[in-house]
């Protein structure tokens, strides 16, 4: 393998906070390495419109502590074509760039398995997105942010559904995956969590409803916004057709869940990750995602990181049912 000396580095897809901390620790690792460091902007539609500049120490000062990506990121449909991802690789050669570190998620890691191979160049790809939804890291950059960010949030609906007896519908991200609403819903001691990977029972959800109606001023269901059955306002609307007599209200949480300053969890994984990227770069990783399993670095080929089920554990589950009587 030819011998690196520029590294690329992008963000992909949805941002996620702790986005910063990586960026941070890719540039510091490779100037720590000596070698050189280029920003690519929005991603792979910044590569494709040439959207790179040099990065030093100072590109990254005083950036771990901020949500969202200073390298800002964007969705390409022109990357999907073979003439777009043409376009990107002529103008990573045209600044020299001889290996790339992408930080997302599964789309991300779909058009970087694609472009390396096409392109035969090294990339390896940090864990990016709230959802958790990748395998080969036990948490993904964002997700304890996020998670924090909802228990919060769902704390202060708790306080005015007491104030007013009501139950709550509120809905989570989570288009392919529950995990938010599975960790966070149990944190908030909801009465139901309703999520993608399992089958909604209309029927059981009415029952827990009416069995708490008599002793339970308030009520919090959490909905994925992925729910088989429609998401919050339609669960909404089935909850207050069978139960006209509710105070029943729906909140859509939203892109709240993906700002904020990340949690010393998620900088401590960015940053760990982030070493590991330029690390494994030099000694021949390629074409795959680094992340943290029980606690240790770990590579993981992109085409088994990406476009996986994840198991939801049957536990977690059992916790839910027993805590909401």
Known sequence: MAQIKNVGVYTSGGD???????????VRTALYHDLQVTG?????????????????????????????????????????????????????????????????????FTGAKIFGKEFDIPVVGLPGTIDNDLVGTDFTIG?????????????????TAES???????????????LIALRTGIAVGAEAILIPETKTDLNALYHKLEQGRRDKSSKIVIVAEGEEAGGAFEIGRLIKDRFPNY???VSVLGHIQRGGRPSCQDRVLASRVGVAAIEGLLVGHRNEMVGIIN??????????????????????????????I
Do not use: C, W
């Open 295 to 324: 606690g240790e670095v770990a590579f993981t080929p992109f085409e088994n990181a990406i476009k996986h089920f994840i198991e939801i554990n049957p536990n977690f589950l059992k916790i839910v049912d027993i805590l909401s």
């Open 40 to 108: 690519i902007r929005r991603g792979y539609e910044g590569m494709i419109n040439g959207d790179l500049f040099p990065m030093d120490r100072k590109s990254v000062a005083n950036i771990i502590q901020r949500g969202g990506t200073i390298l800002k990121t964007a969705r390409s449909e022109q990357f999907k074509t073979p003439e777009g991802r043409q376009l990107a690789y002529d103008n990573l050669k045209k600044h020299n760039i001889d290996a790339l570190i992408g930080i997302g998620g599964d789309g991300t």
């Open 164 to 178: 007013h007896d009501r139950l709550f519908i509120v809905e989570v991200m989570g288009r392919d995956s529950g």
């Open 247 to 249: 105070d029943t209200r």
């Open 143 to 159: 997700y304890d942010t996020a998670i924090n960010t909802v228990i919060d949030a769902v704390d202060k609906i708790r306080d």
């Open 16 to 26: 996620s906070p702790g986005m910063n901390a990586a960026i941070r620790a890719v």
